[in-house]
């Protein structure tokens, strides 16, 4: 069998001003670190996020990490936690979902409702991501994320820093890698041998819940392998639906 070619192989190719991408974000992580503590980072495991992890552990940088183990990952990404959970110099937060939510929702309507309505994939959403996303980032004055404006339309216009709230307090989000392209991600991961999901090997740019991921086809939009069969643009779960703080 021919072996699979791997992202870091196929996709590392950075912009011509690479390393001017790379000092910026240094020195906004840097700067968050020093300026906004307590705050953070979001990490989904996904290429970004392990990229922002070996900066924030390579500048030796006082921001935790917290990762959503919402029940439904794939067997790849659960292994990547625990590499990670055993090598990381910056600590490893981990947040699960409440048992008894997921259960009622498991009851009724079911496992295979969030394939028949939006309305009950954002509910399994807000049970498996954005409650337990409340309680990691409650007292918090800011969090970071592996948002890229090429990431989808919805996020063309975000910002390297933004105002946010979280349970309605405002919160200040970190979007550090905001101009980076894919092939940068795959440039540094490639560079710095940094540990990734092997899922990426096999078309998976964007790596969510496992019964609402599938790999994308040549051409396809970088987030049209979640939440594939809605008929929406908008494909988010609610974690990066922006909610600015109020005046």
């Known amino acids: ?41 979001a990490s989904s495991l996904g290429a970004e996020d392990v990229v922002i992890t070996h900066l924030i552990n390579q500048l030796s940088l006082d921001i935790p990490v917290f990762v959503l183990e919402t029940g439904a990952l794939h067997h790849e990404t659960l292994a990547l936690l625990e590499r990670l959970q055993a090598h990381s110099r910056a600590a490893i937060q981990v947040y699960r979902p409440q048992h008894e939510a997921v259960i009622g929702f498991v009851k009724q309507p079911g496992q295979q409702a969030i394939y028949e309505s939006m309305d ?33 339309q919805a996020r063309a216009e975000v910002a390297a820093q933004e105002a ?18 894919w092939g940068d991600v795959w440039h540094y991961i490639a560079q710095h041998h940094v540990d ?11 790596i969510g819940c496992a019964p609402c991921t599938r790999a994308i086809s040549l051409g396809e939009d970088f987030r049209a392998g979640r939440w594939w ?13 922006k909610t600015p703080a109020a005046s």
Request: charged content about 25%.
């Open 229 to 241: 069969w809605e008929n929406s643009d908008l494909k988010e779960c609610g974690l990066h639906v």
């Open 196 to 206: 990734y999901n092997p899922l990426h090997d096999h078309f998976f740019p964007s």
């Open 120 to 152: 009950h994939r954002k509910a399994c959403c807000g049970i498996r991501k954005l409650e337990p996303l409340g309680r990691a980032l409650s007292g918090q004055r800011a969090w970071i994320t592996g948002l890229r404006r090429e990431q989808s």
């Open 164 to 181: 946010d709230t979280t349970n309605g307090v405002p919160i200040v989000k970190f979007n550090p890698l905001v101009e980076w392209t």
């Open 1 to 41: 069998m021919k072996p699979v070619p791997k992202a870091t192989e196929l996709l590392a190719k950075p912009s011509a001003d690479f390393a001017d991408k790379l000092a910026a974000t240094k020195a906004l992580l840097q700067q968050a670190a020093a300026q906004w503590q307590p705050l953070k980072q």
